[in-house]
């Protein structure tokens, strides 16, 4: 137990002090709401109902199982949800719009990232992918937003996400990028660490059976010299509470009764 409990806390000196650093950093959160902002397809402008298309007017609209309108930078849009899947339909028209262009998952990107709250993360565009299901688009400021062709679903990366995220990784013990490393990792540390405490607690007991007669018989002593500079003390001011030059005070004595002399003999 005496070798084993510094070894132990030197072992965990690493995990405790990136528990530390970390916890901290989540406790702050610096610059957490920009790297996880949400962001939205679908802008505050109004609608002007005259001008839109009715659901049931649709061509696959005996398909639908939810409908959804709102306006975007490409204008008011219908996002319909069938079995098969989602698709994007112009509100005005009804022509069908996805899966978006180029040129419009940059407009939503664009529209979407002007709305956000941590703009210095944006400004200009870079460069725009499309994939299979998103188009990529990436701006000067480092973020990097993704819009759904199908669905118009929005989400956006940065480099203080990426940052953050490993920050998650380091916290929960998740270091060697193995996941068979690392599920076994984090449970190993935390025994070590209830390990640390229960063998520090079985050091101190053995000091506390040594020093516990020594330190009652030091407490019993300096309670007996308490005690015994309260009485002198209280005699010191008794003194001091007497008047200055007055002779010590008598014991009283009971004065005699006079005799009457006819009552002598």
Do not use: C
Request: hydrophobic fraction near 45%.
């Amino acid at each position: 137990m005496n070798r084993l409990h510094p070894l132990l806390g030197i072992v965990l000196l690493l995990p405790l002090a990136v528990w530390t650093a970390t916890g901290l950093a989540f406790h702050l959160k610096p610059g957490w709401a920009g790297a996880y902002e949400p962001l939205r397809a679908f802008d505050d402008r109004p609608l002007d109902p005259a001008g839109l298309l009715p659901p049931a007017a649709l061509p696959f609209a005996g398909e639908t199982t939810a409908w959804e309108l709102g306006s975007t930078a490409l204008g008011p849009v219908y996002r319909v949800s069938r079995k098969d899947g989602t698709l994007l339909a112009d509100a005005g028209t009804g022509r069908i719009l996805s899966p978006l262009g180029r040129v419009a998952v940059e407009a939503i990107a664009r529209s979407a990232a002007s709305r956000a709250s941590a703009s210095a993360r944006y400004g200009d565009v870079e460069e725009v992918l499309l994939e299979e299901r998103e188009g990529v688009v990436r701006f000067a400021g480092g973020a990097e937003v993704r819009v759904g062709r199908f669905d118009l679903s929005v989400s956006q990366r940065g480099p203080d996400t990426a940052w953050i995220d490993r920050l998650y990784e380091l916290h929960y013990l998740r270091w060697s990028g193995i996941e068979a490393i690392d599920r076994i990792l984090a449970p190993a540390v935390l025994a070590a660490v209830w390990l640390l405490a229960f063998t520090g607690l079985r050091r101190l007991r053995p000091r506390v059976r040594q020093h516990g007669p020594a330190f009652a018989a030091r407490t019993r002593r300096r309670l007996s010299r308490h005690q015994r500079d309260g009485v002198a003390e209280a005699v010191e001011q008794g003194a001091r509470q007497q008047a200055p030059g007055a002779p010590p005070q008598e014991p009283h004595q009971q004065a005699e009764e006079p005799v009457d002399p006819d009552r002598r003999g």
